[in-house]
């Protein structure tokens, strides 16, 4: 539900488990003893994760360590940084491609999806395109666009697929509604405290052609059951 964007890195994960095996069998040859070894690498578990946040397409483990043994020894770079930001530009241009056909094919699957279910009894729709049915119907009162409110929510991809759920983790989540994706800030100013929503979004209206973790391609529609559980503020200031 939140603003945060991240490119998908399925694409990294399934090129590091081609390879995993063949490096673990390696490493673990390595015995952990002293501090300057468990130093380096905890050091080495830390780029780790750091490489695979950037979600680098087609990464190359050999070629990786290779570079982190140049820089550490201080030796020559192999590649210049003119042959560097010409491969950057050039992998981020197909990935960029990639994700905009993945994205344009899930959009068009979710708004043919969105049409047949707006004409299903008891489904409301809005000019935006959100749509919504209305589960519980509370009697408190109803949130501004400057809210802080405290929710419970369940999200799931059309398929079925759970990609969230406070209900779940049994934490309600407390945020700013100006702070969200658009669906959610426009749907909770119709909702009043105690009222529970299933809720129908099309990607314009979550992440749009963005994907903010693997759990959820680009140009996805989403549904959401939300409870509105507490208004905390009128604002994030108070």
Not at 100 to 109: C, F, P, R, T, V
């Amino acid at each position: 539900m939140f603003r945060t964007l991240y490119l998908p890195i399925g694409i990294l994960l399934l090129t590091l488990a081609g390879c995993s095996q063949q490096a673990t069998e390696k490493t673990l040859e390595q015995e952990l003893d002293t501090d300057a070894q468990k130093l380096s690498y905890g050091l080495g578990l830390n780029v780790g994760a750091g490489v695979l946040k950037q979600g680098i397409p087609g990464l190359d483990l050999d070629a990786l360590i290779a570079g982190l043994k140049d820089s550490i020894k201080g030796s020559e770079a192999r590649i210049s940084n003119e042959e560097l930001q010409a491969v950057l530009m050039r992998v981020s241009k197909e990935e960029e491609d990639k994700i905009s056909k993945i994205a344009g094919q899930n959009d068009e699957l979710g708004q043919s999806w969105l049409k047949e279910n707006a004409e299903k009894e008891g489904v409301v729709s809005t000019d935006s395109g959100l749509q919504y049915e209305v589960l519980i119907q509370g009697d408190g009162a109803t949130p501004v666009a400057e809210s802080v409110v405290k929710t419970h929510y369940h999200g799931t991809l059309l398929d079925g697929t759970v990609f969230d759920s406070s209900v779940d983790r049994g934490e309600p989540a407390e945020f700013p509604l100006n702070q969200v994706i658009s669906g959610w800030t426009e749907v909770l100013q119709l909702m009043t405290v105690g009222s529970k929503y299933r809720v129908y979004l099309p990607a314009s209206l979550a992440y749009g052609n963005y994907s903010p973790g693997p759990s959820i391609p680009p140009g996805s529609a989403l549904i959401f059951e939300i409870e509105l559980l507490e208004i905390i503020s009128e604002s994030p200031e108070l």
